[in-house]
């Protein structure tokens, strides 16, 4: 499982694309699913089956895996029940399993439900290695910031406005990975769902047209 996570993770942000001289091809719209990949009932119902959905992005973070216990032989032990459990609900439906790894959370939780360690503020990292850089390197407010990969290029926030003005931008732009929250695919999806009366349809159109579904 090791090697094949290696070759799996791979870092996401919301929407992230290198334009310029970026030939035309089939463009992906994956669902971004929470901390640990984990796939919600609605996610199921509306998004699993959903042929414009082409996968998921799933936040892994280290301490979902790594459990800071080595064996008799002194080989590091680690548990992959969960992200492969997560994987295959993906895998099963046809549909693509992308991993962001994060060794930093993105909030100040100090109740882990993982192998991170409590009352650190920052459950994304293993026990081991907090127990390593002692309590004096514990916080509970984690400055973050964005950086590209490459240049030039495109980076946009999903929450920034609607679908229907998102989406023909990006296309039009060359991006060829977009992610979105689930909250923007149940919208579309889901008649459950608030907004759904007012933005589904065009929401649902919008996303149709980008990989013609």
């Known amino acids: 499982m090791t090697r094949r996570v290696l070759e799996l ?7 992230l694309a290198c334009v310029g001289g970026v030939s035309a091809q089939t463009i992906e719209l994956n669902v971004l699913l ?7 009932p609605a996610v199921t119902q509306y998004l699993l089956h959903n042929p414009t959905v082409t996968g998921a992005t799933m936040w892994i973070s280290w301490a979902d895996f790594d459990t800071g216990r080595a064996d008799g032989s002194g080989n590091e032990i680690y548990d992959w029940s969960t992200l492969d ?4 609900v993906w895998k099963n439906a046809g549909k693509k399993a992308n991993l962001a790894l ?4 993105d909030n100040a939780s100090n109740t882990c439900h993982n192998y ?3 009352n650190t503020g920052n459950c994304a990292l293993p026990a081991s290695i907090w127990r390593k850089l002692t309590s004096a390197n514990y916080t509970t407010s984690v400055p973050h910031s964005l950086q590209a990969f490459c240049r030039p290029a495109v980076i946009i926030s999903v929450r920034q406005g609607s679908l229907t003005v998102i989406l023909p931008w ?18 579309a999806f889901d008649p459950s769902y608030p907004g759904y009366a ?9 996303l149709k047209k980008v990989n013609g579904t």
């Open 9 to 15: 993770f791979k870092v996401a942000a919301f929407l």
């Open 34 to 40: 929470g901390m640990s990949g984990y796939t919600p």
């Open 85 to 88: 459990a997560n994987i295959t």
């Open 102 to 105: 994060w060794a930093v959370s």
């Open 116 to 118: 991170g360690l409590n």
């Open 170 to 187: 990006a296309t039009s732009h060359g991006v060829t990975n977009i992610e979105l929250y689930s909250a923007d695919w149940l919208t």
């Open 198 to 206: 007012q933005y589904g349809a065009a929401y649902r159109a919008a």
